[in-house]
């Protein structure tokens, strides 16, 4: 621990070193702390730090009232990100690290029993006219929900589809290329070739691999600023803009019971692997100050029970099911948004989760965009097994 703390603050100072060294003015709010490139355009870096603050509390609902109250106080999010190019602006890279607690959690045997600090490292070469290729490990090309900033997101966080459903970050290769139909239409298609265990795992491969395909398509254009990965209308587009995906994912022999993610299904006699298929559908629909996101989506495993050798159930169980997820929100003059959010999941009987069904209404008042804002939100979850949930957030976000 003492070794990374050391090397994290060792980077940052060669960093601030850096950038003092050529005299470069620090950018606007929101755009990093520096910004710095080499004498002969060789190389660029960009570093930039966010932090959110998060407050919640929770309540069971039971026979109509309200008991068993929670409350908590989170460094939700503490990260540092560095992108830039290397040798050409057609070779880019990103690394992202987490330090706060949610950020690093989830070590074990796998991981080398060390902090999982690494979120992104990777590298986007652009090799020949629209076709790029990342290699290292990043998010994978999934639900667009997942795809979003955490910082970017209409609400405090991400829906249960997506907690329940995603298939995060992962280490392997993408291809990425896009097309137009037309002036306006446009066509991505995205594919990759993953581990399938998820990020930081450093004791090789378990099972198969993950094959992941999508397509995005925007028949009136590109958003402005890339506000498809953005979860308000901050830029009011003033046309009509609509973004709609599909993603299909394979794990071969997964390990885990959400695939990439969950647990890993031990036996008595090593590891339990089944196939599992997901499936995204999704769209984003923006115009002068109005936002609307959509997903549904899908999982199913070859066998979902966890079996030892003797046939004897292990106890765990591949999440399997189906969840929908929808959201708009009304951006006013002021950078006040009104958010509302229904979320269905309806997780197959052998899980003993049964349906869920939560409701969300949240205020965000943005000051400097994404970059600078106060959320907070309220949310009834009902759930077919257990008792009913409410809970209330609040959430500071500032990005240097």
Not at 315 to 320: D, L, P, S, T
Not at 381 to 393: A, G, I
Request: with cysteine; hydrophobic share 35%; proline share 2%.
């Amino acid at each position: 621990m003492k070794k990374v703390q050391l090397l994290l603050s060792a980077i940052i100072l060669f960093s601030v070193y850096c950038a003092q060294a050529q005299e470069v003015k620090a950018p606007k709010f929101g755009k990093g702390i520096f910004d710095i490139k080499g004498e002969d355009d060789s190389w660029s870096m960009n570093l930039s730090a966010r932090m959110q603050f998060l407050a919640i509390s929770e309540w069971e609902s039971e026979d109509g009232n309200l008991a068993n109250p929670e409350s908590n106080f989170l460094i939700r999010r503490a990260r540092l990100k560095f992108k830039g190019f290397a040798f050409s602006p057609k070779l880019q890279y990103k690394i992202e690290l987490g330090l706060s607690n949610r950020d690093i959690g989830g070590a074990s045997e796998f991981t080398n029993n060390a902090p999982r600090y690494i979120l992104d490292a990777v590298i986007k070469w652009n090799f020949y006219g629209n076709f790029t290729l990342w290699a290292g490990q990043t998010k994978l090309p999934g639900n667009v929900e997942r795809v979003i900033s955490s910082g970017d997101l209409s609400l405090v966080d991400r829906s249960l589809v997506n907690s329940r459903f995603n298939i995060d970050r992962d280490v392997g290769v993408q291809l990425r290329h896009h097309f137009k139909l037309s002036e306006n239409f446009i066509v991505r298609e995205k594919v990759s070739i993953s581990q399938g265990e998820g990020r930081n795992v450093t004791t090789g491969n378990l099972g198969g691999h993950q094959y992941t395909g999508r397509i995005e398509m925007l028949p009136f254009g590109s958003f402005k600023g890339k506000g498809e990965l953005k979860g308000s209308d901050l830029v009011r587009e003033e046309n009509f803009k609509l973004a709609v995906g599909a993603t299909y994912d394979f794990n071969n022999n997964a390990v885990k019971t959400r695939s990439n993610l969950g647990s890993y299904m031990e036996t008595d006699t090593g590891f339990y692997e089944t196939n599992i298929n997901t499936f995204f559908v999704d769209a984003m629909i923006k115009y002068r100050g109005f936002s609307f996101m959509g997903e549904y989506a899908s999982r199913d495993a070859k066998d979902a029970v966890a079996k030892n050798a003797d046939g004897t159930a292990t106890g765990a169980i591949v999440q399997i099911g189906n969840g929908l997820n929808l959201q708009a929100g009304y951006l006013f003059n002021n950078n006040y948004e009104v958010t509302g959010r229904y979320t269905n999941i309806d997780l197959d009987r052998i899980t003993g989760k049964g349906l869920e069904q939560q409701y969300t209404l949240g205020v965000s008042k943005f000051i400097v965009g994404h970059k600078l804002k106060i959320q907070t939100d309220i949310s009834y979850l009902s759930k077919e097994n257990s008792n009913n949930q409410l809970m209330y957030r609040l959430q500071f976000d500032v990005h240097f």
